[in-house]
């Protein structure tokens, strides 16, 4: 197998750092001629939809905004002391009863 010589891995670096440049005047990102073309195609994509499906979105973005509030306002310290508070609180009716072969018979 032929080595490259320094002049062609030079040459290849080059064209590999130009076509990053070629690329985005192609797509209309070099202020060419397809700044037309773009604005069509940035549609908001809420305009297709009902006004059902509108509001279901508008709510499903307050409740996450919701439930994030709710992770980031109690630590994990504080969410198993609330716990082990509750259960301190429950009567040993709802205790899981213990179980063993010793005293069986």
Do not use: C, Q, W
């Not at 080595?3 to 750092?17: D, G, I, L, N, P």
């Not at 908001?44 to 709710?70: I, Q, S």
């Not at 630590?75 to 063993?100: C, G």
């Amino acid at each position: 197998k032929k080595k490259k010589s320094k002049k062609s891995k030079k040459r290849s670096r080059e064209e590999a750092e130009a076509e990053p440049a070629a690329s985005i005047s192609e797509h209309g990102g070099g202020g060419g001629g397809g700044g037309a073309e773009e604005e069509e195609e940035e549609v908001d994509p809420d305009e297709f939809l009902t006004d059902a499906e509108k509001r279901y979105k508008k709510k499903m973005r307050e409740r996450e905004a919701e439930d994030a509030r709710k992770a980031v306002k109690e630590t994990h310290r504080m969410k198993v002391e609330k716990f082990n508070a509750n259960l301190a609180s429950l009567t040993e009716h709802n205790d899981i009863p213990r179980v063993s072969a010793a005293g069986n018979g």
